[in-house]
Nanobody, 116 residues
Framework: QVQLVESGGGLVQAGGSLRLSCAAS????????MGWYRQTPGKQRELVAR???????KYADYVKGRFTISRDNAKNTVYLQMNSLKTEDTAVYYC??????????WGQGTLVTVSS
């Protein structure tokens, strides 16, 4: 089992910044993927960014140049620095963890609200 604890969501004005954090604990496998997805009412959950333990990152096109994903493998923690936030970035953001041994896990979600 893997547990994910997210933090850092909240309310911010358009153009502002927020930093999300997600700490993983439990049966962590050294080779893994961690990342962030987001979801708004009535829509499917979509990828924001994800990164491997080797720091190979993938971003959704709509966040390239604005969001940066990073991780601290020693702390099993992944971060999402979100800059130049837009109202359309308002969503519940979910932390994601996956490895070949333990499988896929999701955090409880953290709400990011961007006001105009």
């Amino acid at each position: 089992q893997v547990q994910l604890v997210e933090s850092g969501g909240g309310l911010v004005q358009a153009g502002g910044s927020l930093r999300l954090s997600c700490a993983a604990s439990g049966s962590i496998f050294s080779i893994n993927v961690m990342g962030w997805y987001r979801q708004t009412p009535g829509k499917q959950r979509e990828l924001v960014a994800r990164t491997t333990n080797a720091d190979i990152a993938k971003y959704a096109d709509y966040v390239k140049g604005r969001f940066t994903i990073s991780r601290d493998n020693a702390k099993n923690t992944v971060y999402l620095q979100m800059n130049s936030l837009k109202t359309e970035d308002t969503a519940v953001y979910y932390c994601y963890y996956s490895d070949s041994e333990s499988g896929d896990y999701w955090g409880q979600g953290t709400l990011v609200t961007v006001s105009s």
